[in-house]
């Protein structure tokens, strides 16, 4: 109790997260995507899946599933991939206090849609 109330356990549960996430990602080529302007947001979801099918960004699938072709992300594709973040998010969005990202935030969260994994 005392580990959960110092923040401990919530600490030591995304690392064990992060570690077993490292390990499963070291079979698989990984990309590190740079936004060419703007940033991205980080929400609440420990994972993120992500699959670009046509014009469709579809989330939540398997890890093993998942793909990603670009490794330098145009703006347009920043706003899709920061609108899945809200659309995945559980109860959290977290932005740089100074990103300006507020509004984009708020209207994303209006445009969520209920139970749907696409955007």
Do not use: W
């Not at 600490?11 to 991205?40: C, N, W, Y």
């Amino acid at each position: 109790m005392r580990d959960r109330e110092s923040g401990k356990l919530f600490r030591t549960s995304i690392e064990d997260t992060f570690h077993k996430m490292r390990d499963l990602a070291t079979t698989r080529r990984l990309e590190v995507m740079t936004p060419e302007s703007g940033q991205f947001l980080i929400g609440d979801n420990p994972a993120l899946t992500l699959s670009v099918q046509e014009s469709r960004t579809i989330y939540g699938m398997a890890f093993g599933d998942a793909q990603t072709l670009v490794l330098t992300v145009v703006e347009s594709f920043v706003d899709r991939l920061n609108a899945v973040q809200v659309h995945a998010a559980h109860r959290y969005i977290y932005t740089h206090p100074e990103s300006g990202l507020e509004p984009f935030v708020e209207r994303a969260a209006q445009r969520r849609p209920a139970g749907d994994r696409t955007t």
